[in-house]
């Protein structure tokens, strides 16, 4: 019985034993041997409750699939299996929920049938309200198998940690419109199918087949491929002032999630994205590396007060968000300078 077993009736089972109760009152006052015959029935079916309900727990392992992206105030869907580790016997009717802090989430999976030696996948939907790091700190396995006159349940310790990203917000066009992006290296040939068409070429060893223009090799008797320009310069910067003046968390909030948004719209237009803030700053990059990093980086990030010491690298050209005020874009003037706050 490890781990303890919660066995609550349910509304149905208090008025189940409630009229056990009045039967066998009634049985032992008047001495009749239908009034016992109908209460030995019914501590049968209690007992008989108890006893199937612990043969479907008994033998299950759960396992938790979390996804690898959730934003707040965002739906995501959480997977869950179940394995039914038991010889022969199936289970029926087993509800998984996850814990937070000991008490169940809202959400929950339910398997209506699981045969022996069988494992089965489903998944809920959730909502996460804040970004930040979330803990969950188990499983709950709860049946009403057979009769729904209680409701056994066991937990199982399976402890995660999920990082919520910030909320996504939409962003004003005429903010990404008017971003004067820098350019490094400028165009160059690249294979890849994202840039402008450049030309073709002859096929060499080490080229990926797919990138083979079927048509003109075809036309020619010998493989060619194709070349594409790739705008390696393209670099734009979203700088993100956490220092947190006044004291509103609102204003805080809705600056990280501007932020946030920022960033990934401009990685889903190909620029490499490079975020800075006081005292941090990341290298652009592109890819859901970057994403990864700068979603993470900000689902942690805490307000610094407005007088204590920091640096916040300003380049060239980017775009400013601050707590309170409406973001920015800043073009380049010269070389990139450094601010010194507080």
Known sequence: MRPRRRFPPTREGWWFLMATLLIGLAAINAGLNLLFLVWGMMLCLILASGVLSELCLRGLEVRRSPPTTIHARAPYLMG?????????????????????????????????KLPAGRTQETAYRHVMPNRGRHRLSGLRLSTK????????????????????????????????????????????RWRSRSGDFFGLRDFRHGDDPRDIHWRTSARRGMPFVRENEDDEGMVATVVFDNAQDGGNPEAFEAAVSLAASISAELLKRGYRTAFVARDLHITPARGPGQSTRIMRTLALIEPMAAGSPGELLMPGSCVRVCAGRPPEVIAARGQPAQERFG
């Open 80 to 112: 869950i299996s179940l394995t039914n580790g038991k010889g022969r016997v199936p289970s029926f009717s087993v509800e998984v929920e996850d814990l937070m802090g000991g008490k169940p989430i809202e959400k929950r999976c339910y398997f209506l």
């Open 145 to 188: 198998f057979p009769f729904g006159l209680i409701q056994k349940s066991r937990d199982v310790l399976d402890p995660a940690e999920l990082i919520i990203y910030p909320a996504l917000v939409p962003v004003p066009e005429s903010l990404l419109r008017g971003l004067p992006a820098e350019h490094g290296r400028g165009r160059m």
